[in-house]
C-alpha cells in the first residue's frame, strides 16, 4: 500500500525559504492521482496548500500563491514544498497527502485517502 | 473560495450516543464533500467520501447524508475511539477548503 513520508528542516529562520519533501513508496507517483501539501498551525484546522500532478501541473491556494512552489522529481518518486518568505505564521505541522477519485453515478470525487505523518515546521530566528 | 462551516466547535457525548454533526457550504458543491477524523498527534483519516460514501475499512456506524450546501455526519452509536476531531472538506473546486472542525469529547 502506498506510503508517504515528509522530511525537511524542522526549524526556519523568518523571510526564509521553508522546503519539504514527501517521499511516495508502495506506489508510483506517476499514477492518476494528484499529490497535496496540507498544513495545520498549532491548536488550529487544516489548510490546503496546493497539488501537483505527475505532468507538473499544480494548483496553488491564492492565500498562498505568490510564495509557493510544489514540483515533482518521478526519478525519485516524491514531491517537494517550498514557501518563501516565511513569517511566525507559517509555523505549522505540514502533511503531505494523495488525493485519489472514486466514479459514482458518472461523477468522478476526490478524496485525500492517504497521508504522510507530517511533520513540525518552526519559523523563529 | 468556498467557505465550509461546521457550527459546532465542539460536542459532549457518551459512549453509545447517536452523534450528529453539520458542515455548511456557502455555495452549492453538489456532493463534493468529504468528512475526516483526526486525534491528536495523528493525520487526518478519510472516513465519508461523495457525501454519503464509506470509504473502505470504515466502521458503519459512521454515516454521511446531504448535498448542494448542507451535509451531516452521524456516528450511531459512539465508541471510545471516536473521541476525535471531525473536518469536512469541499472538493467541488479549488482551492480545497475545510471546515474548522468540530471535537467530539467525552460526557
Known amino acids: 500500500q502506498v506510503q508517504l513520508q515528509e522530511s525537511g528542516p524542522g526549524l526556519v529562520k523568518p523571510s526564509g525559504t521553508l522546503s519539504l519533501t514527501c517521499a511516495v513508496s508502495?506506489?508510483?507517483?506517476?499514477?492518476?492521482?494528484?499529490w497535496s501539501w496540507v498544513r495545520q498551525p498549532p491548536g488550529k484546522g487544516l489548510e490546503w496548500i496546493g497539488e501537483?500532478?505527475?505532468?507538473?501541473?499544480?494548483n496553488y491556494n491564492p492565500s498562498l500563491k505568490s510564495r509557493v512552489t510544489i514540483s515533482v522529481d518521478k526519478s525519485k518518486n516524491e514531491f517537494s514544498l517550498k514557501l518563501s518568505s516565511v513569517t511566525a505564521a507559517d509555523t505549522a505541522l505540514y502533511y503531505c497527502?494523495?488525493?485519489?477519485?472514486?466514479?459514482?453515478?458518472?461523477?468522478?470525487?476526490?478524496?485525500?485517502?492517504?497521508w504522510g505523518q507530517g511533520t513540525t515546521v518552526t519559523v523563529s530566528s | 473560495d468556498i467557505q465550509m462551516t461546521q457550527s459546532q466547535s465542539s460536542l459532549s457525548a457518551s459512549v453509545g450516543d447517536r452523534v450528529t454533526i453539520t458542515c455548511q457550504a456557502s455555495?452549492?458543491?453538489?456532493?463534493?464533500l468529504n468528512w475526516y477524523q483526526q486525534k491528536p498527534g495523528k493525520a487526518p483519516k478519510i472516513l465519508i467520501y461523495?457525501?454519503?460514501s464509506l470509504q473502505t475499512g470504515v466502521p458503519t456506524r459512521f454515516s454521511g447524508s446531504g448535498s448542494g450546501t448542507d451535509f451531516t455526519l452521524t456516528i450511531s452509536s459512539l465508541q471510545p475511539e471516536d473521541f476525535a476531531t471531525y473536518f469536512c472538506?469541499?472538493?467541488?473546486?479549488?482551492?480545497?477548503?475545510f471546515g474548522q472542525g468540530t471535537r467530539v469529547e467525552i460526557k
Open positions: 508502495g506506489g508510483s507517483i506517476s499514477s492518476t492521482k494528484w
Open positions: 455555495q452549492s458543491i453538489g456532493m463534493y
Open positions: 501537483i500532478y505527475h505532468s507538473g501541473r499544480t
Open positions: 472538506q469541499q472538493t467541488y473546486n479549488t482551492p480545497r477548503t
Open positions: 461523495a457525501a454519503s
Open positions: 497527502a494523495r488525493e485519489g477519485s472514486s466514479s459514482t453515478n458518472l461523477s468522478y470525487y476526490y478524496a485525500m485517502d492517504v
